[in-house]
């Protein structure tokens, strides 16, 4: 039996080792919860947000001095790794276990490539709060991009989107 491993999988693991087994080994898994459309339709608002500045040859201002590299200047390269089915994966040749993510973005810094996911949330993320829910996702991403021979920086950018206040009368844009 072969197993198809992504971050979020990985994650399950982490946080319930029991769930994890009874997933992997008895094909039970967890209830499903209902999943809201919102940060779906963000991230496409902000994938399309980031290929802008990316066919400009820029970085979008909130990040632009806060980060290593520019954005992967390859669009089609990006857009088969942002896709969990032609994404990046590596396949152990011992347990031919699967290991898959879909990167959301991708910085660039000389020859080192440097992972970057967005999220959105209803607030300000928390100090640590980063690192203990998203540092095994980032870490992921960095190894398949190793594994898959691209030279990886030591770094990896989570990059937040959250409401500070909303106006009434008008388009956000």
């Given at each position: 039996?072969?197993?198809?491993?992504?971050?979020?999988?990985?994650?399950?693991?982490?946080?319930?080792?029991?769930?994890?087994?009874?997933?992997?080994?008895?094909?039970?898994?967890?209830?499903?919860?209902?999943?809201?459309?919102?940060?779906?339709?963000?991230?496409?608002?902000?994938?399309?947000?980031?290929?802008?500045?990316?066919?400009?040859?820029?970085?979008?201002?909130?990040?632009?001095?806060?980060?290593?590299?520019?954005?992967?200047?390859?669009?089609?390269?990006?857009?088969?790794?942002?896709n969990w089915r032609t994404g990046?994966?590596?396949?152990?040749?011992?347990?031919?276990?699967?290991?898959?993510?879909?990167?959301?973005?991708?910085?660039?810094?000389?020859?080192?490539?440097?992972?970057?996911?967005?999220?959105?949330?209803?607030?300000?993320?928390?100090?640590?709060?980063?690192?203990?829910?998203y540092g095994l996702q980032l870490?992921?991403?960095?190894?398949?991009?190793?594994?898959?021979?691209?030279?990886?920086?030591?770094?990896?950018?989570?990059?937040?989107?959250?409401?500070?206040?909303?106006?009434?009368?008008?388009?956000?844009?």
């Amino acid at each position: 039996m072969s197993y198809r491993l992504s971050p979020t999988t990985l994650q399950l693991f982490v946080n319930c080792p029991r769930c994890f087994w009874l997933q992997f080994r008895q094909g039970i898994h967890r209830p499903r919860s209902i999943f809201p459309s919102l940060p779906g339709g963000m991230d496409s608002v902000i994938k399309d947000y980031f290929d802008r500045y990316r066919s400009q040859g820029e970085l979008p201002p909130e990040i632009n001095g806060k980060v290593r590299g520019q954005l992967v200047p390859d669009q089609a390269l990006l857009k088969r790794w942002r896709n969990w089915r032609t994404g990046l994966q590596y396949v152990d040749p011992i347990s031919q276990a699967t290991l898959f993510g879909a990167l959301d973005d991708c910085l660039v810094d000389d020859d080192l490539y440097i992972p970057l996911d967005y999220k959105t949330r209803g607030y300000a993320p928390k100090p640590g709060e980063s690192q203990r829910y998203y540092g095994l996702q980032l870490n992921c991403y960095a190894w398949l991009l190793q594994a898959n021979g691209f030279n990886v920086a030591d770094i990896g950018y989570l990059v937040y989107y959250y409401p500070l206040s909303v106006f009434a009368g008008g388009t956000v844009k």
